[in-house]
């Protein structure tokens, strides 16, 4: 059974009212044990995706360790005066990835049920298996690789795929532009996994066809994350090509 230590930050919050100022804040609603969502700037791009679990009397949230600082700032900037105690508690937890088994160990990954499960512990774990191969070849975005904070909005990151949105919910920060967005325009770009067939780099070029489509953003062993535009890439049938060599497309999450 593959395990991975995810090596995220963690950060505790509790208090009166925790979970309503929470969801006033984020794309999505609390509303089973484990949670995928974000926090957006008021111009809709992702400040950071995150898990939020539930413990006892209070929420967890385990995010990117390079988001920590921005995430903790603005999470006490819309604190204001509310009665919600906001906590790092990263040297103290850990989160770790299992998959590959029909065990249940800790809580079903909400983006994809084949990604495994997570658990938030206390406890170490030997870990033994590469967790960014896994998501990548299943075709899952994640920040910790992809992409940086404040720089893309969520149906480029597939959030809106990934049960990160929750559309129908009240307000959150950013919400106006996401929502024009679902409801007036096609999605011109989406990340995309592929399996390349050659060693390839950050930046480079996928051609289809003659034109450019998109480029690689990330790349682990034979898997890379890459942006495509969608508007290029629709109803082609034609190859994938870096450098002249064909590259396969994992799973299609937007047709």
Not at 129 to 137: A, K, Q, V, W
Not at 141 to 165: K, R, Y
Request: include cysteine.
């Amino acid at each position: 059974m593959p395990i991975s230590n995810l090596n995220r930050c963690i950060i505790s919050l509790s208090g009166d009212g925790v979970s309503e100022w929470l969801e006033s804040l984020i794309t999505n609603n609390i509303f089973s044990d484990i949670s995928f969502s974000a926090l957006l700037t008021p111009q809709g791009k992702i400040i950071s995706d995150f898990f939020i679990t539930k413990s006892e009397d209070r929420l967890i949230i385990d995010a990117p360790k390079k988001n920590k600082e921005v995430l903790i700032k603005r999470l006490m900037l819309y604190k204001l005066r509310a009665p919600i105690k906001i906590e790092d508690i990263t040297e103290r937890m850990n989160v770790y990835a299992f998959w590959g088994t029909e065990d249940v160990i800790g809580l079903t990954d909400p983006r994809k049920s084949e990604l495994g499960t997570r658990l938030l512990t206390s406890d170490y774990h030997e870990t033994n298996g590469n967790y960014d191969t896994h998501r990548l070849s299943l075709g899952i975005v994640d920040s910790e690789w992809d992409f940086e904070t404040g720089t893309t909005f969520p149906a480029n990151a597939n959030m809106d795929l990934m049960n990160g949105i929750d559309f129908k919910k009240g307000c959150f920060i950013g919400q106006e532009v996401v929502s024009r967005m679902k409801r007036m325009t096609d999605v011109k770009k989406r990340m995309q996994s592929v399996k390349l067939k050659k060693e390839a780099a950050v930046g480079d070029k996928i051609i289809c066809d003659g034109r450019v489509i998109g480029n690689l953003v990330h790349i682990n062993n034979n898997y890379a994350m890459a942006i495509i535009r969608l508007d290029r890439l629709k109803n082609s049938q034609k190859l994938l090509t870096i450098d002249n060599v064909e590259i396969n497309m994992m799973e299609r999450h937007f047709e």
